[in-house]
């Protein structure tokens, strides 16, 4: 037991909120949750939470900023971005693990309700902007663009994407077998979580 609490003190001062945070540990807080976090995309090796995959299409120094609002059983889900490409479409999505060295690292997209084992990734009765974040754009004539996801489902400390990922793509693909489809990996923001 003693053990236990001391493990769980480790975990709390490894995760916690600088020296001499003495909030509780939060347990679940289903919702209402929000979330505000920015990012600027750096190469991988530099990068800390917004990564390039190619500065081309998403250049280094290249601004993301998400805000989520989760409230009731529903929720909202924007994206801005400042630094890409202008006058360009640009597909993007919620994924479901933290970006990384490559962009496959960001795992697939976020689905309220998972995919079965038997059906396809691809199928538009799963990957569709009711069940998935999409977070397509168009940018402006300075590379600026937003987008706002509203959504008929919560999400939680427990239920939640990881990171946004943007797409080579201009438009994300809603075709039966191709649903949700969007080219290669361009740029990826790693979102501050707990679970
Ligand atoms: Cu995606």
């Not at 597909?91 to 795992?107: L, Q």
């Not at 969007?182 to 707990?194: E, F, K, N, S, V």
Request: hydrophobic share 35%; with cysteine; aromatic share 6%.
């Amino acid at each position: 037991m003693l053990l236990a609490v001391a493990a769980a003190g480790l975990l709390a001062t490894a995760c916690g909120s600088g020296e001499g945070a003495v909030e509780p540990t939060e347990q679940v807080t289903p919702e209402p949750h929000s979330l505000s976090h920015d990012g600027t995309l750096a190469v991988p090796g530099k990068a800390t939470d917004g990564f390039t995959y190619d500065t081309k299409l998403a250049p280094v120094g290249t601004e993301m900023a998400i805000d989520m609002r989760s409230f009731k059983g529903k929720s909202t889900f924007g994206l801005k971005v400042s630094g890409l490409l202008p006058n360009r479409g640009y597909a993007a999505h919620a994924h479901t693990e933290n970006c990384g060295s490559n962009g496959d690292i960001a795992g697939p997209h976020f689905q309220h309700k998972p995919v079965p084992k038997n059906a396809s990734d691809t199928d538009p009765k799963y990957a569709n902007p009711n069940n998935e974040i999409w977070l397509d754009l168009r940018t402006d004539a300075k590379g600026n663009g937003s987008s706002e996801a509203k959504l008929p489902f919560a999400i939680t400390d427990w239920s939640r994407p990881k990171s946004v990922v943007v797409h080579a793509a201009k438009k994300t693909s809603t075709a039966p077998g191709m649903a949700g489809e969007a080219g290669d990996r361009i740029a990826c923001l790693t979102l501050p979580h707990t679970h």
